[in-house]
T-cell receptor, first 113, second 116 residues
Framework: AQSVSQHNHHVILSEAASLELGCNYSYGGTVNLFWYVQYPGQHLQLLLKYFSGDPLVKGIKGFEAEFIKSKFSFNLRKPSVQWSDTAEYFCAVIAYGNNRLAFGKGNQVVVIP | DTEVTQTPKHLVMGMTNKKSLKCEQHMGHRAMYWYKQKAKKPPELMFVYSYEKLSINESVPSRFSPECPNSSLLNLHLHALQPEDSALYLC???????????????FGDGTRLSIL
């Protein structure tokens, strides 16, 4: 079964700083990759997804992620964060044939005004 | 607002009670899911229904009993729960679990369950 690693569980940064969250997965076959965000008290929302094509995908709210197959990575980036980006961010992977969405442990991001 | 509706939002129950959690979606999705999420942890998959049939049970204790009455509804029946079962229970749906794994799952707000 696939597994997902997210490092630096707690991230604190100032507004306008750049954000990069790492995500690595372990699975040798074809995967689909997702980043979800959970704002305080709200439901999980899809930020972006990758399943084929251009490895650089753009999502909502100015986020983007790059799939690097050779590194089994799908890192999330935002050039300039806002206070409203304070949330928990989860990377998730689903493998063809497994059909289970596996989540990483999440990154708690706090943006200081 | 999410397109997956869960009721109730909060539930407090004793260990001998029987209660049910409900989930509804009207997006025409044919796959529905139950997850358990503890504080500061990622969601953990419990059950998957695909075309109204149970396709995945992640070795969940029998005190949790899922039911899918039709393609729009998903229930989770609870009986004789333990204090460690206190958590946020999330429902999700997607277009199709088996044939379109690239379709994202849409999550509800969850039911926050407390077992006394």
């Amino acid at each position: 079964a696939q597994s997902v690693s997210q490092h630096n569980h707690h991230v604190i940064l100032s507004e306008a700083a750049s954000l990069e969250l790492g995500c690595n997965y372990s699975y040798g076959g074809t995967v689909n990759l997702f980043w979800y965000v959970q704002y305080p008290g709200q439901h999980l929302q899809l930020l972006l997804k990758y399943f084929s094509g251009d490895p650089l995908v753009k999502g909502i709210k100015g986020f983007e992620a790059e799939f690097i197959k050779s590194k089994f990575s799908f890192n999330l980036r935002k050039p300039s964060v806002q206070w409203s980006d304070t949330a928990e961010y989860f990377c998730a992977v689903i493998a063809y044939g497994n059909n289970r969405l596996a989540f990483g442990k999440g990154n708690q991001v706090v943006v200081i005004p | 607002d999410t397109e997956v509706t869960q009721t109730p939002k909060h539930l407090v129950m004793g260990m001998t009670n029987k209660k049910s959690l409900k989930c509804e979606q009207h997006m025409g999705h044919r796959a529905m899911y139950w997850y358990k999420q503890k504080a500061k942890k990622p969601p953990e998959l419990m059950f998957v229904y695909s075309y109204e049939k149970l396709s995945i049970n992640e070795s969940v204790p029998s005190r949790f009993s899922p039911e899918c009455p039709n393609s729009s509804l998903l229930n989770l029946h609870l009986h004789a729960l333990q204090p460690e079962d206190s958590a946020l229970y999330l429902c999700a749906s997607s277009q199709d679990n088996g044939r379109a794994p690239d379709q994202p799952q849409h999550f509800g707000d969850g039911t926050r369950l407390s077992i006394l």
